[in-house]
């Protein structure tokens, strides 16, 4: 099990992802650069050194050129490198769900960052070229994405680089990285490397970094915020409202609910959230966990075991959404004759038979929401699940 690097420091990799190679000497130049302004930033933190190194080829889908995508591949170049930390810096510009353009995308839960150069040079916006303050500017983003993996919060002074940049122009003031904020990076930077790993099969390692980072992992599910989420999977929702709206109006639904008993309708809505759990996991989360010499990270069990549990606190949510809106629907709109004629097994007009048709009706919800919920964006998804912000 390793808890550094090799070289007893923690290595922040920069990784470049030439897409277009258009012109890879001044790309590199820029980077270059970057990476020498944050060697001197450093220099007052001995455990923290830079390596940077280039990365694989990356073809555009439909045009677009989707951080998410150098993310995965970054996932597993950090896996393979053992690197706590890992910048991607590319020279295109990075799709947003929300901006016309984004920077710099960093994600706090698997400690990458993914950069674009695009847009700092002032070439890019119609001035003369200017490679020094391009560089700067990566350089102040670099060390802005940094701090969002170490937790570092936003600051108010618009010199600081951890100020809330809203263009490309206010990181040329974004320079100072203060005295409080270096050592608080001092301070957490082993908790945030997360860097220790196995090769061993030890039953009590996974369970071990559960629970020593269960802050971080409920931080992350805050972050990504469950109803937020479902909020952005409207197939999902519109799969479970279809077949919900089938299965009320069907005598057997009733006939089902009004038989079984309250522990096996509990078992098997619980079933039914499982299965979903599994489902939109397959679907949305990274498949990049173990090494080629079978390794598992801390980093890797923390990003998986907090997918997973926003992932099921988000389909829980939704089988009470339509729990509650089933059970109003079913007090309000079915006349109480149709109740005790309709189910072929006998009345259902008592306030625990509607309970039982509401749980069924929405775990069937949750279990067809999921398997139309792999059709929604992935990218979209995955943004909301790993994302810390769109700089």
């Known amino acids: 099990m390793t808890e550094r690097h090799p070289s007893g420091a923690y290595a922040l990799g920069v990784m470049k992802m030439e897409v277009e190679g258009r012109d890879s000497d001044r790309f590199d130049a820029i980077v270059a650069c970057a990476v020498a302004t944050l060697d001197e930033t450093f220099a007052r933190e ?30 597993a170049e ?48 119609g001035d003369p070229p200017d490679l020094e303050r391009a560089a700067r500017r990566l350089a102040s983003l670099m060390l802005h994405c940094f701090g969002h993996l170490n937790a570092l919060p936003h600051a108010n002074e618009p010199t600081n680089v951890m100020y809330a940049l809203e263009g490309v122009e206010d990181l040329d003031g974004m320079t100072l990285l203060n005295a409080d904020q270096l050592a608080q990076i001092s301070r957490t930077l082993p908790r945030e490397a997360r860097g220790r790993s196995t090769r061993e099969d030890k039953p009590g390692f996974v369970l071990r970094m559960l629970l020593e980072n269960t802050g971080a992992i409920a931080q992350a599910v805050v972050r990504a915020n469950p109803f937020r989420l479902l909020t952005m999977m409207p197939t999902m929702l519109a799969a479970a409202m279809s077949v919900i709206v089938v299965l009320l109006f069907s005598a057997e639904t009733w006939d089902v609910a009004s038989a079984v008993s309250v522990p096996q309708i509990a078992t098997f809505s619980l079933m039914c959230l499982a299965s979903a759990a ?90 067809a929401g999921s398997l139309g919920g792999r059709s929604d964006s992935r990218d979209l998804v995955r943004g909301v699940l790993f994302i810390t912000e769109e700089t």
């Open 78 to 125: 950090k896996l393979e490198r053992n690197l706590p930390f890992l910048l991607i810096v590319t020279e295109v510009d990075l799709s947003s769900s929300s901006l016309a353009y984004t920077l710099a995308l960093p994600s706090q839960l698997t400690n990458i960052a993914v950069l674009s150069t695009q847009r700092l040079d002032p070439e890019f916006w």
């Open 278 to 367: 599994f489902v939109l996991y397959r679907a949305f989360a990274f498949d990049t966990l173990l090494s080629r010499d079978r390794r598992i990270t801390e980093s890797g069990i923390v990003t998986m075991a907090a997918t997973i549990l926003c992932l099921v606190l988000t389909l829980l949510l939704m089988f009470v959404l339509f729990g509650g809106l089933m059970y109003i629907v079913i007090i309000t709109v079915f006349p109480e004759r149709l109740m005790e004629s309709w189910p072929g097994t006998g009345g259902a007009t008592t306030g625990v038979d509607h309970l039982k048709l509401s749980l069924f009706l929405a775990a069937m919800g949750v279990l």
């Open 46 to 75: 001995p455990r923290l050194r830079t390596i940077a190194f280039s990365g694989a080829h990356l073809s555009p889908g439909a045009g677009k050129y989707a951080p998410l995508r150098f993310l995965e591949m970054g996932l």
